[in-house]
């Protein structure tokens, strides 16, 4: 095994252990929440369909490719490529869009009481489902490209110089046309809703702020204090700009690096650009699952509660 075959497969490594059991973790806080509840509030709700598609994104790709690093290539042929593919470009859009949407959700929430935006926040709540809809039919088919032109390395073909090398797979393009215009379609695909959520937080900080300075008013006044309502929706605006945040940075590298291997003239050369591209993007959703659940309370404590649970069942009785 070469030495960056292995560093590959540790860094791989390194981001299945940590995402796989943080989803994992955050999606069993909420189904037991949903459980104990019977419904979920659309914060939570987001969240969930976004731990779920982070899970998968960590799952599928990171996982095959470090099985793949130690000497498992074999498991890469044309039809495997195109579904791992496939499905992490899938759902590492679809948790993009998320994080948006999240983001733009809780920016209506922290709206100053009496402001017409809380009626597009009930509006927003009430066709959640059609936005999740939308947002799936919307990055499958931005997708497809991974399905007719994802191909197992093994093939030799005579247009490498129209594609990407994905270290065990190709995405060979028929010119170099449609890789030009895939690729930009794929860059502005992150970069609008980068943009969104970067205004929406900013936003977020100015609500936050301007609410700081009334409460303090208030406080100076003699008049009270905040409610313990509007607490809740500061910390759950905060975890929410943290997210945005930590998208921004790994994305954004992301998406530079995606604009390097569309100036460049050769990309098939050597792998390292995809594998630091792949890298950055899986780290948003191997490490935001550990802010879910430092930040947000109902997750944390449902997990507190489910291994209290646990521990009380398997505890001896006392005599």
């Given at each position: ?28 806080a909420l189904l037991l929440l949903l459980h104990r509840r019977r419904r979920l509030l659309p914060p939570d709700a987001i969240l969930l369909h976004l731990a779920c598609s982070n899970l998968l994104v960590v799952g599928v790709r990171c996982l095959l490719v470090t ?253």
């Amino acid at each position: 095994m070469s030495s960056e075959d292995l560093t590959r497969g540790l860094l791989y490594l390194s981001l299945t252990v940590v995402g796989v059991p943080g989803n994992a973790a955050v999606v069993l806080a909420l189904l037991l929440l949903l459980h104990r509840r019977r419904r979920l509030l659309p914060p939570d709700a987001i969240l969930l369909h976004l731990a779920c598609s982070n899970l998968l994104v960590v799952g599928v790709r990171c996982l095959l490719v470090t099985v793949a690093s130690f000497g498992a290539e074999g498991i890469f042929g044309d039809a495997s490529c195109k579904a791992v593919v496939f499905t992490y470009r899938t759902f590492r859009a679809f948790s993009i869009w998320l994080t948006l949407v999240l983001s733009a959700y809780q920016c209506l929430s922290v709206a100053p009481p009496g402001s017409r935006w809380l009626s597009v926040r009930a509006a927003a709540a009430r066709y959640l489902g059609l936005v999740f809809l939308f947002l799936w039919v919307f990055n499958i088919c931005m997708s497809l490209e991974s399905i007719l032109f994802c191909v197992a390395k093994h093939n030799d073909s005579s247009q490498i110089g129209n594609g990407y090398n994905l270290q065990f797979c190709y995405l060979l393009f028929p010119s170099k046309l449609s890789k030009d215009v895939n690729t930009g379609a794929q860059v502005t695909r992150d970069a609008v809703p980068m943009a969104l959520m970067t205004v929406t937080s900013v936003i977020i900080l100015l609500f936050l702020y301007k609410n700081s300075q009334r409460v303090k008013g208030l406080r100076g006044g003699g008049t009270g204090t905040g409610g313990g309502g509007g607490a809740a929706e500061q910390r759950a605006a905060k975890s929410v700009v943290a997210l945005v945040t930590l998208y921004v940075v790994f994305y954004g590298v992301d998406s530079g690096l995606t604009v390097y291997m569309l100036t460049v003239r050769r990309t098939m050369s050597s792998s390292l650009v995809t594998d630091l591209r792949v890298f950055f993007s899986t780290l948003y959703a191997a490490v935001s699952p550990l802010l879910i659940i430092a930040s947000n309370r109902k997750v944390s404590g449902s997990l507190r509660c489910a291994a209290h649970r646990k521990w009380a069942q398997e505890s001896p009785p006392r005599a």
